[in-house]
């Protein structure tokens, strides 16, 4: 059964600062890997889609890193925000079985501070 | 397009009683998936369609809980009858093709069983 964890389960950075935020997986037998944002009390926005065939995906500040042999992908934020605070999760599908069922990681909770 | 859109967006009952969740997929999208998230477990998978039929049921949790897609623009998730551990936010999601493309969700409807 494929498990998603991600690190750290919170972070609290000042404006400006560059972070990176991981996220890992058991089973590399997934088709693609995908980021999103969480905002409190809202619905899950897509940052970043990465296909198993490739290595990273750069959407303005976020680039996200996939390392599918090793079952880690890293989302690096720049330059960070304070509209960047929201919990960020990772999420895979598998490679077989058909579908873009999603297995969740726990997310990590990020505050960006002025 | 609107999104994926769900209604409602509260819903408060009491135990016992029948809660229905509906949700619109976007235009043109032929897989749509059912979500729970709680904070003990995250974002759960229940069940998933394609083109209008379930593929995957494994992870609804009891005989209480049934959903059903008629068309391919509505989908009903329905739990009967509804107990204070169902308590949760429900997410739909919809996606285009068989797994590598983006899964959109919508804004979840929060469910509260007293």
């Known amino acids: 059964k494929q498990e998603v964890t991600q690190i750290p389960a919170a972070l609290s950075v000042p404006e400006g600062e560059n972070l990176v935020l991981n996220c890992s997986f058991t089973d590399s037998a997934i088709y693609n890997l995908q980021w999103f944002r969480q905002d409190p009390g809202k619905g899950l926005t897509s940052l970043l889609l990465?296909?198993?065939?490739?290595r990273e995906q750069t959407s303005g500040r976020l680039n996200a890193s996939l390392d599918k042999s090793s079952g880690r992908s890293t989302l690096y934020i720049a330059a960070s925000q304070p509209g960047d605070s929201a919990t960020y999760l990772c999420a895979v599908s598998p490679l077989t079985g058909g579908g873009n069922k999603l297995t969740f990681g726990t997310g990590t909770q990020l505050k960006v501070e002025l | 397009d609107a999104g994926v859109i769900q209604s409602p967006r509260h819903e408060v009952t009491e135990m016992g009683q029948e809660v229905t969740l509906r949700c619109k997929p976007i235009s043109g999208h032929n897989s749509l998936f059912w979500y729970r998230q709680t904070m003990m477990r995250g974002l759960e998978l229940l069940i998933y369609f394609n083109n209008n039929v379930p593929i995957d049921d494994s992870g609804m949790p009891e005989d209480r809980f049934s959903a059903k897609m008629p068309n391919a623009s509505f989908s009903t998730l329905k739990i009967q009858p509804s107990e204070p551990r169902d308590s949760a936010v429900y997410f739909c999601?919809?996606?285009w093709g068989q797994g590598n493309t983006e899964a959109f969700f919508g804004q979840g409807t929060r469910l509260t069983v007293v």
């Open positions: 990465i296909q198993s065939s490739q």
């Open positions: 999601a919809s996606s």
